[in-house]
């Protein structure tokens, strides 16, 4: 799931193709993880103006095959127009139901999707568990009372001395009470 957020202002308008250039990298980088992708945020981008910005997101999104769930539901609304700004896309092959709110605290409207997704159990049912054996504490104290903790004591700071110390203090946890299926 992403969440974004594209600030309206001249600044950020004038670098839209380095928007569209870090979202299609981000999104990439998504799909290397998992191939199913919620993408949803406000994006400032009015997909119900034909423009140049809009026919650039839609390509973009295309390209990875995210379908806009929210096509043509107005997500802000004034006294003179009517815009798309929030926007809900997924690849997910299933169904869903799009609702669009008015809220007291914003001047966009609240876009809620539901989806309908069946998650499959895990085939492979196993527990992963730590031995608190009386032994596997006398290992893990042994180790901490041998330590000369010169890292701890001879760092710059008092961030890199904790740092230092969770570090030393994990290796020994799990050197003498290590998790096991």
């Given at each position: ?121 895990p085939k492979d049912k196993f527990k992963w568990v730590r031995d608190f054996s009386h032994e596997n504490w006398e290992t893990f104290f042994e180790l901490l009372s041998g330590e000369t903790w010169i890292d701890v004591f001879s760092a710059p700071n008092v961030d890199e001395m904790t740092n230092n110390f969770m570090d030393t ?13």
């Amino acid at each position: 799931m992403l969440l974004l957020y594209r600030p309206s202002n001249v600044k950020s308008n004038g670098k839209m193709d380095t928007f569209f250039e870090r979202l299609g990298d981000l999104v990439e980088k998504q799909l290397c993880i998992t191939s199913e992708i919620i993408l949803m945020g406000d994006l400032n981008i009015n997909l119900l103006d034909a423009n140049n910005h809009s026919l650039s997101l839609t390509q973009l999104m295309n390209t990875f095959n995210l379908k806009l769930l929210n096509d043509l539901i107005p997500t802000r609304i004034a006294n003179t127009s009517s815009t798309l700004l929030d926007h809900f896309y997924s690849n997910l092959n299933c169904t869903h139901k799009i609702f669009v709110e008015q809220v007291c605290f914003s001047d966009h409207e609240c876009v809620q999707c539901d989806f309908d997704i069946i998650v499959e159990p895990p085939k492979d049912k196993f527990k992963w568990v730590r031995d608190f054996s009386h032994e596997n504490w006398e290992t893990f104290f042994e180790l901490l009372s041998g330590e000369t903790w010169i890292d701890v004591f001879s760092a710059p700071n008092v961030d890199e001395m904790t740092n230092n110390f969770m570090d030393t203090l994990i290796i020994y946890f799990e050197q003498s009470i290590p998790s096991k299926k």
